[in-house]
T-cell receptor, first 116, second 112 residues
Framework: SAVISQKPSRDICQRGTSLTIQCQVD?????MFWYRQQPGQSLTLIAT?????????ESGFVIDKFPISRPNLTFSTLTVSNMSPEDSSIYLC?????????????FGPGTRLTVL | EDQVTQSPEALRLQEGESSSLNCSYT??????LFWYRQDPGKGPEFLFT???AGEEKEKERLKATLTKKESFLHITAPKPEDSATYLC?????????????FGTGTKLQVIP
């Protein structure tokens, strides 16, 4: 299994400000994933963070809006920049464990962001 | 374009009333299919990974099956504590790059 913690667990922010979300994993992983879950919706992948290289962003998400850091194999941050009320969501980080035949994906508890 | 669709969107069952949830997919580079349970205010909880058509996995009252185009999550004699949103997701690979795409979810309510 994997133990994943996120900080903060929730926050209320003013529009135009930025929030950095931290994700810590209990052991080293190659890839870490950042997802967004808007109210009542399923999960949408924002980007994949590899240690030592730039993050890979999915269509509709850009680095200027969601900069990601991956300084080592157990930690990553996602920043939500210049926030607007549309950014109100739950943000989740995730890791995959195992190889072919044993893939398992674990999620952190999420960060609930409300933008006023 | 990769697509994952779940049905129904919502399902209300009486305790003990068995049923199935559907996850259909149109993707390329499928490595596996995940099922998750998500309780309100929490991150998804991993249930199963399926890899090939005909594969089945069970956990308590849940059994997941896979065909070439869809997966089913069968719930036998559900209890109120099975109430949650159930998500399926496909694990895709392309040139060493992995990506997980989620379905829309089925919100299950089990009435005592």
């Amino acid at each position: 299994s994997a133990v994943i913690s996120q900080k903060p667990s929730r926050d209320i922010c003013q529009r135009g400000t930025s929030l950095t979300i931290q994700c810590q994993v209990d052991s080293q992983v190659t890839m870490m994933f950042w997802y967004r879950q808007q109210p009542g919706q399923s999960l949408t992948l924002i980007a994949t963070a590899n240690q030592g290289s730039e993050a890979t962003y999915e269509s509709g998400f850009v680095i200027d809006k969601f900069p990601i850091s991956r300084p080592n194999l157990t930690f990553s941050t996602l920043t939500v920049s210049n926030m607007s009320p549309e950014d109100s969501s739950i943000y989740l980080c995730s890791v995959n464990r195992g190889g072919l035949g044993t893939d398992t994906q674990y999620f952190g508890p999420g960060t609930r962001l409300t933008v006023l | 374009e990769d697509q994952v669709t779940q049905s129904p969107e919502a399902l209300r069952l009486q305790e003990g009333e068995s049923s199935s949830l559907n996850c259909s997919y149109t993707v390329s580079g499928l490595r596996g299919l995940f099922w998750y349970r998500q309780d309100p205010g929490k991150g998804p909880e991993f249930l199963f990974t399926l890899y090939s058509a005909g594969e089945e996995k069970e956990k308590e009252r849940l059994k997941a099956t896979l065909t070439k185009k869809e997966s089913f999550l069968h719930i036998t004699a559900p209890k109120p504590e099975d109430s949650a949103t159930y998500l399926c997701a496909v694990l895709l690979t392309s040139g060493g790059y992995q990506k997980v795409t989620f379905g829309t979810g089925t919100k299950l309510q089990v009435i005592p």
